[in-house]
């Protein structure tokens, strides 16, 4: 029998207190994952595939009291194990839906099945095998495995940290083809590489009124219906990520009403896991918004700092990552809602998990001392880390005297180390010793930047680690206080120049103001996104990759102090109305407010003078908005003939004028 906190194991006559003691701990946690050693069959051996076997491992709230069925409760719970030999069968009690994976393969689907059902058809090669069972619907009851003669169960390799998703049907992953496995809850568990559970029903609310089911009390119960409380101490997650309120205001839920349940649920979750980083998410149909966010200052004003609000404003498109009017995400909606949440929850260093910036070592990707500026992709691999758009870099500091860096492939990159003058390194690969000539003892700066990847130019722009002297380690590099955010093509990449990014306007107005800078540019790109294929950084702005449709990028990451926007130069030549550009920068001037409430926004008169009418009326609308703080700026007679490399793209001395004419201009809005 399953014992809650609340229960006293009855004593068994005839048996000491150490029998005692080693009966209640042969419930037992491998590796951070439940499994049922003593919980009803008490002599289950290590191996046979039984409920009770211990090398099963369940995640999610299972109800396995019986010790002969385990009954997987809220959806998206699943079984993981390894096994040896060649073929592996599951026993079910009646009709089930439910995916298999062996080895990480694809989930096979398996449609409403029972009794001893044949998971591996074409048996396997001999040897040691992973197994993950995920219940769909149906008599969703595990009743063990059927392995080859000879053959055992092994405790099962898992992932490190868990994390816990409480929703409604939309966290339920409704509408989607496979359900839970659709779902933005499954795919941020997977993507993070970590355990995940789906504390999720469809039509459930916060707060229970009107015949809804509220998460506010149910959420602490075993099962999505029924009183059976929960025993928290069968696992603990590291991070709650809340989406909740989408159905309240269908229940004539108040807005104080809402917010007293919100602040309270917080509270009650954070009672149970006392370590853990609670997300409270915005609803995608933004409802109850100011009472989420006041639930959340409300708990950090109390001194919980672990509670975070989460702004999903823009993440999802109407009309393409949706299946309905109701705000239930398409299968692509739930990839672009995983793109964007992954990375907040990573950056909030969540213990246990392999994405976690605190388990890295010093110098290596993900080590919190490095500060990666720009849109860098820090979650597809833990071993490399890419960067997308141009002016991308890192700084770090570091002790000891030498430096190098770990290049995946072929690459030219720009390197400084302290103060010093910045080195070129030309096509090289492998492990690169930036230090030659090696430095005094002591604490340095390295600062690196990587070439634009365009046209002909395909290097291997990957961050693979540093290496440094034994004993060494790193240490956070000085941190500029604003950060100005450059949005442009070819002249804002800085192309025709003698360094690229480096020696374009932008860089040079960061380093001037001693503020961070990004160049959100791309050579060849136009503001409207055209049929014969011009990348249009209107649709682009927002994503990750100027060359990719997903994912999105997580503007949580940082906040631009102020927005540079100089586009139009190509439009003219793909065939770009007036009113189409007009239309695209105003939802442009939109996109970026949305990202950075506070930034300030210029909008740059091209250098050709091209749309600008258009540009200006675009502000005008703007302003006339509501929105104050966007300003056009007129740059006409900034550049020369002899500032030019051609007739369109400035060259080192055009660059140097630019940033002399707008340098002033930013720095007198933001106070650099």
Not at 331 to 349: M, N, Q, W, Y
Not at 533 to 544: A, I, K, S
């Given at each position: 029998m399953q014992t809650s906190p609340h229960q006293a194991r009855p004593r068994t006559p005839g048996r000491g207190p150490l029998a005692v003691l080693t009966a209640v701990l042969t419930t037992v946690l491998v590796a951070g994952v439940l499994s049922l050693a003593g919980v009803g069959q008490a002599h289950a051996a290590p191996g046979d595939g039984?409920?009770?076997d211990p090398n099963i491992g369940y995640v999610g709230r299972w109800d396995t009291s019986s010790g002969t069925t385990a009954v997987a409760n809220w959806t998206g719970a699943y079984v993981q194990t390894s096994f040896t030999g060649t073929t592996v069968?599951?026993?079910?009690?009646?009709a089930v839906n439910l995916y298999v994976s062996i080895d990480g393969g694809p989930d096979v689907f398996h449609a409403g099945v029972r009794g001893t059902v044949n998971l591996t058809p074409q048996p396997l090669q001999t040897g040691t095998h992973t197994l993950r069972i995920t219940y769909r619907s149906g008599d969703t009851v595990f009743q063990g495995l059927v392995l080859d003669s000879g053959a055992r169960t092994v405790a099962p390799t898992t992932r490190p940290g868990l994390i816990e998703f409480v929703g409604d049907s939309i966290t339920a992953g409704a509408l989607t083809d496979r359900l839970a496995l659709d779902s933005y809850a499954w795919k941020t568990g997977e993507r993070l590489g970590m355990r995940h559970t789906q504390i999720a029903r469809a039509g459930y609310c916060l707060v229970g009124q009107s015949g809804c089911t509220g998460l506010s009390s149910q959420f602490f119960k075993t099962a999505s219906t029924g009183g059976t409380d929960w025993d928290f101490s069968r696992y603990r997650a590291d991070a709650v990520v809340i989406n909740l309120g989408t159905n309240d205001i269908g229940h004539g839920v108040s807005g104080t009403a809402f917010q007293s349940a919100y602040t309270t649920f917080l509270r009650d979750i954070r009672a149970r896991y006392p370590d853990a980083v609670l997300f409270a998410v915005q609803t995608l149909k933004?409802?109850?918004?100011t009472e989420t966010r006041a639930a959340v200052t409300a708990r950090n004003a109390a001194g919980d700092t672990r509670v975070r609000y989460v702004d999903t404003t823009g993440w999802l498109t109407d009309g393409t990552d949706y299946e309905d009017g109701d705000g239930h995400p398409n299968e692509a909606g739930h990839t672009k809602f995983a793109d964007r949440l992954a990375p907040v929850i990573s950056a909030a260093s969540i213990g246990g998990t392999t994405r976690s910036v605190k388990a890295a070592a010093p110098g290596q990707p993900g080590d919190p001392n490095i500060k990666f500026v720009g849109r860098w992709d820090t979650t597809s691999s833990t071993t490399a880390y890419t960067p997308y758009w141009a002016g991308a870099y890192y700084r770090v500091g570091f002790t000891g005297r030498t430096v190098q860096l770990k290049q995946r492939g072929t690459i030219d990159f720009w390197a400084r180390i302290d103060d010093g003058p910045v080195t070129f390194y030309d096509d090289v690969k492998g492990t690169v010793n930036l230090t030659p000539a090696a430095l005094p003892a002591g604490r340095h700066t390295l600062q690196v930047n990587y070439q634009v990847v365009a046209g002909s130019y395909r290097g291997d722009a990957v961050f693979q680690g540093l290496v440094l002297d034994s004993g060494a380690t790193t240490y956070p590099p000085p941190a500029p206080g604003k950060l100005i955010e450059f949005v442009g093509d070819?002249?804002?990449?800085?192309?025709?120049?003698?360094q690229n990014a480096r020696t374009a306007y932008g860089w040079l107005i960061g380093e001037r103001l001693g503020a961070e800078h990004t160049q959100i540019a791309q050579g060849g790109a136009c503001l409207v996104a055209t049929a014969d294929g011009c990348v249009g950084l209107e649709r682009q702005f927002t994503q990750l990759n100027p060359n990719a449709p997903t994912p999105g990028w997580d503007f949580s990451r940082y906040r631009a102090d102020a927005v540079v926007i100089n586009l139009g130069t190509n439009d003219v030549g793909h065939g770009v109305?007036?009113?189409?550009?007009?239309?695209?920068?105003?939802?442009l001037l939109r996109k970026v407010r949305a990202a950075y409430p506070q930034a300030w926004i210029f909008a740059l008169e091209t250098f050709r003078g091209r749309f600008v009418p258009q540009t200006e009326a675009a502000v005008r609308a703007a302003v006339d908005g509501g929105d104050s703080r966007v300003s056009f700026v007129d740059t006409t007679g900034w550049l020369g003939s002899g500032d030019?490399?051609?007739s369109v793209h400035p060259n080192d001395q055009g660059h140097r004028v630019i940033a002399d004419r707008l340098a002033p201009v930013i720095a007198a809005r933001i106070g650099a």
């Amino acid at each position: 029998m399953q014992t809650s906190p609340h229960q006293a194991r009855p004593r068994t006559p005839g048996r000491g207190p150490l029998a005692v003691l080693t009966a209640v701990l042969t419930t037992v946690l491998v590796a951070g994952v439940l499994s049922l050693a003593g919980v009803g069959q008490a002599h289950a051996a290590p191996g046979d595939g039984s409920v009770s076997d211990p090398n099963i491992g369940y995640v999610g709230r299972w109800d396995t009291s019986s010790g002969t069925t385990a009954v997987a409760n809220w959806t998206g719970a699943y079984v993981q194990t390894s096994f040896t030999g060649t073929t592996v069968k599951v026993r079910a009690r009646d009709a089930v839906n439910l995916y298999v994976s062996i080895d990480g393969g694809p989930d096979v689907f398996h449609a409403g099945v029972r009794g001893t059902v044949n998971l591996t058809p074409q048996p396997l090669q001999t040897g040691t095998h992973t197994l993950r069972i995920t219940y769909r619907s149906g008599d969703t009851v595990f009743q063990g495995l059927v392995l080859d003669s000879g053959a055992r169960t092994v405790a099962p390799t898992t992932r490190p940290g868990l994390i816990e998703f409480v929703g409604d049907s939309i966290t339920a992953g409704a509408l989607t083809d496979r359900l839970a496995l659709d779902s933005y809850a499954w795919k941020t568990g997977e993507r993070l590489g970590m355990r995940h559970t789906q504390i999720a029903r469809a039509g459930y609310c916060l707060v229970g009124q009107s015949g809804c089911t509220g998460l506010s009390s149910q959420f602490f119960k075993t099962a999505s219906t029924g009183g059976t409380d929960w025993d928290f101490s069968r696992y603990r997650a590291d991070a709650v990520v809340i989406n909740l309120g989408t159905n309240d205001i269908g229940h004539g839920v108040s807005g104080t009403a809402f917010q007293s349940a919100y602040t309270t649920f917080l509270r009650d979750i954070r009672a149970r896991y006392p370590d853990a980083v609670l997300f409270a998410v915005q609803t995608l149909k933004k409802r109850y918004v100011t009472e989420t966010r006041a639930a959340v200052t409300a708990r950090n004003a109390a001194g919980d700092t672990r509670v975070r609000y989460v702004d999903t404003t823009g993440w999802l498109t109407d009309g393409t990552d949706y299946e309905d009017g109701d705000g239930h995400p398409n299968e692509a909606g739930h990839t672009k809602f995983a793109d964007r949440l992954a990375p907040v929850i990573s950056a909030a260093s969540i213990g246990g998990t392999t994405r976690s910036v605190k388990a890295a070592a010093p110098g290596q990707p993900g080590d919190p001392n490095i500060k990666f500026v720009g849109r860098w992709d820090t979650t597809s691999s833990t071993t490399a880390y890419t960067p997308y758009w141009a002016g991308a870099y890192y700084r770090v500091g570091f002790t000891g005297r030498t430096v190098q860096l770990k290049q995946r492939g072929t690459i030219d990159f720009w390197a400084r180390i302290d103060d010093g003058p910045v080195t070129f390194y030309d096509d090289v690969k492998g492990t690169v010793n930036l230090t030659p000539a090696a430095l005094p003892a002591g604490r340095h700066t390295l600062q690196v930047n990587y070439q634009v990847v365009a046209g002909s130019y395909r290097g291997d722009a990957v961050f693979q680690g540093l290496v440094l002297d034994s004993g060494a380690t790193t240490y956070p590099p000085p941190a500029p206080g604003k950060l100005i955010e450059f949005v442009g093509d070819s002249i804002t990449v800085g192309t025709t120049t003698s360094q690229n990014a480096r020696t374009a306007y932008g860089w040079l107005i960061g380093e001037r103001l001693g503020a961070e800078h990004t160049q959100i540019a791309q050579g060849g790109a136009c503001l409207v996104a055209t049929a014969d294929g011009c990348v249009g950084l209107e649709r682009q702005f927002t994503q990750l990759n100027p060359n990719a449709p997903t994912p999105g990028w997580d503007f949580s990451r940082y906040r631009a102090d102020a927005v540079v926007i100089n586009l139009g130069t190509n439009d003219v030549g793909h065939g770009v109305s007036s009113a189409q550009f007009q239309e695209a920068y105003s939802s442009l001037l939109r996109k970026v407010r949305a990202a950075y409430p506070q930034a300030w926004i210029f909008a740059l008169e091209t250098f050709r003078g091209r749309f600008v009418p258009q540009t200006e009326a675009a502000v005008r609308a703007a302003v006339d908005g509501g929105d104050s703080r966007v300003s056009f700026v007129d740059t006409t007679g900034w550049l020369g003939s002899g500032d030019l490399t051609d007739s369109v793209h400035p060259n080192d001395q055009g660059h140097r004028v630019i940033a002399d004419r707008l340098a002033p201009v930013i720095a007198a809005r933001i106070g650099a």
